[in-house]
């Protein structure tokens, strides 16, 4: 169970980034973070794991208060916390294999991972993962060989491969199509089931968050101002969010855009058939 | 405001009229300076010697020629000095250079206020100091041989390598590095996953590209008795052996064209 606890964040330019935000996670629970860019829910994700350093409250995951944790402790705690990214943020020059078993590294010593000497669990692990996200045939490609759905598998799989009991997702479908989108999503949501994983979910696009998540925190300039199910996400509590817009006309475009992007493939198949 | 202010007749010249005067300012401030340099250089040239020269360069010429190709024999050995003195120097330059450039690059360095400004005098220390002085120094110090040369070589590569290597660190994608720390990664894991996997390629290159430039460098250390072939070059020009001379810039010339074959191969199989 991960607490957060009146987190405060402010950096060095004097912006409050997060004033007081509290809030529990279950076990299990999958939560989707809303709110307009620069509310503070990448500082908030980033406490949690001390990526950024809170100024002041306290998070305690399983009991254990976080922001009081330094040098070995602090990596000790980081290992039992996965992460996912908005643009993967994948080792691009290091085989997917390298990157899923680089999610062991807070667990093995130094020249084992030099010599990319993992325990043979660690590796049968992360087989296992790559099998789950569907990348059984990529083991030895280079991640920028990859699509960007398959590298957002392969920051999965580094992520389950530490063995965490929190997931921490920042943005997973800001660089992919609306497809994959939301097959990363189910994909996460899925994971975070079978394992009974908490997890917090940075996510711009509230359709696809009410879709999936089992909850949602409503963030508007470093302060919580919604949470609830995804059933209460009414008009107005999204006007009170990100301010005043029409939320149809806004979803109507979203299709439009769908649309556009379908039309734009097909124009591109048929230049390509051309060419050839 | 290059527009012109009539709004009916809109004109349009990319500079503005001060923009044109000072730029006629330039090209007259360049001639001055011709001229004012033109006048120096002739108070230093004794043009007795410059009128001869076409005659005096002849004269080398016929010299120089036919080369004494038996010659080539006596060169061989310190050919092959040279190439390790280029080769070996490279390798402990670059040694040398990697810890100092993890030490000068902002987002690595372990100290912004200590360690960091005295990494990067050292590194414009070894800059600034040409191979063939480091030479002169060291074969007062060490005495005259290969491994003055060596050293010298090493002394002057490492703030090439470590400059280059320090660049690339800095230009990182820093999103790899946090996602590697949030796995729990210590401090020489995140260096070994996040950091080097992105400037191996650059590093590669600019080592190859230094151990070129090193060997073009280690042909002439033995003008100050450093080792290798530039003692053979010295011994012939103090002797006036122009023919022997002009065997020793032809062997200078092919090394160094096979020296650049083999750093643009190298450089293309492992990038």
């Given amino acids: 169970m991960l607490e957060v606890d009146s987190l405060e964040k402010r950096y060095k330019t004097g912006d409050m980034a997060l004033r007081g935000v509290s809030f529990t996670v279950a076990k299990g629970q999958v939560v989707g973070l809303i709110g307009p860019s620069g509310a503070g829910k990448s500082s908030l994700i980033r406490c949690i794991n001390r990526l950024v350093e809170p100024t002041g409250g306290a998070i305690r995951l399983n009991g254990l208060d976080l922001t009081k944790l330094s040098g070995g402790n602090l990596r000790q705690a980081r290992r039992r916390i996965g992460m996912i990214f908005q643009e993967y943020a994948l080792v691009e020059r290091l085989t997917v294999m390298e990157n899923v078993l680089s999610g062991r590294l807070g667990y093995v010593p130094f020249w084992r991972s030099f010599f990319r000497r993992f325990p043979q669990a660690d590796v049968d692990k992360a087989f296992q993962l790559l099998d789950r996200v569907g990348l059984q045939d990529h083991v030895d490609k280079r991640a920028d060989a990859l699509s960007g759905g398959q590298r957002q598998r392969v920051g999965i799989a580094r992520a389950l491969e530490q063995d965490p009991e929190l997931l921490l997702v920042d943005e997973p479908t800001a660089s992919l199509d609306p497809k994959t989108s939301r097959q990363i999503m189910r994909l996460i949501c899925e994971v975070c089931r079978e394992r009974d994983l908490p997890a917090i979910i940075n996510i711009h696009d509230v359709v696809l968050a009410q879709m999936f998540v089992d909850r949602i925190i409503g963030l508007r300039a470093g302060a919580v101002v919604f949470d609830g199910p995804p059933t209460d996400l009414t008009d107005t509590v999204l006007t009170e969010i990100y301010g005043e817009e029409d939320w149809h006309a806004m979803r109507k475009t979203r299709e439009e855009d769908a649309a556009d992007e379908s039309e734009t493939k097909a124009f591109e198949a048929e230049r390509l058939a051309e060419l050839v | ?271």
């Fill in chain 2, 1 to 271: 405001m290059p527009i012109g202010p009539d709004a009916a007749d809109k004109t349009w010249s990319k500079h503005t009229r001060r923009g044109e005067w000072m730029i006629w300012g330039g090209w007259f401030a360049l001639a001055v300076v011709f001229v004012l340099s033109w006048q120096v250089m002739n108070e230093r040239t004794i043009w007795a010697f410059v009128e001869d020269a076409p005659r005096q360069g002849a004269d080398l010429l016929s010299r120089s020629w036919p080369p004494r190709w038996d010659y080539l024999g006596n060169l061989w050995q310190p050919l092959w000095d040279t190439l390790n003195m280029a080769t070996l120097g490279t390798l402990l330059g670059t040694a040398m250079a990697v810890p100092l450039a993890f030490m000068a690059a902002r987002n690595t360095s372990p100290s912004l206020l200590f360690l960091r400004p005295v990494a990067l005098f050292i590194i414009v220390a070894s800059r600034s100091i040409n191979s063939l002085i480091w030479a002169l120094l060291l074969v007062a110090i060490i005495g005259p041989g290969i491994l003055a040369g060596i050293i010298a070589i090493a002394l002057r590569s490492i703030g090439f390598v470590g400059k280059l290597l320090y660049e690339s660190i800095e230009e990182i994608d820093e999103t790899q590095v946090e996602a590697v720390r949030a796995t729990g990664a210590g401090q020489l894991q995140l260096i070994d996953y996040a950091i080097v996997p992105q400037v191996l390629p650059a590093f590669v290159g600019m080592t190859i590209f230094r151990w070129d430039i090193n060997i073009r460098e280690s042909t002439i250390l033995g003008l100050v008795g450093a080792g290798g072939i530039g003692l053979q070059l010295q011994g012939s020009l103090n002797t006036l052996a122009w023919s022997q001379v002009s065997v020793i810039f032809a062997v200078i010339l092919l090394t160094v064209i096979v020296a650049e074959w083999v750093s643009s191969k190298v450089r293309r199989a492992i990038i």
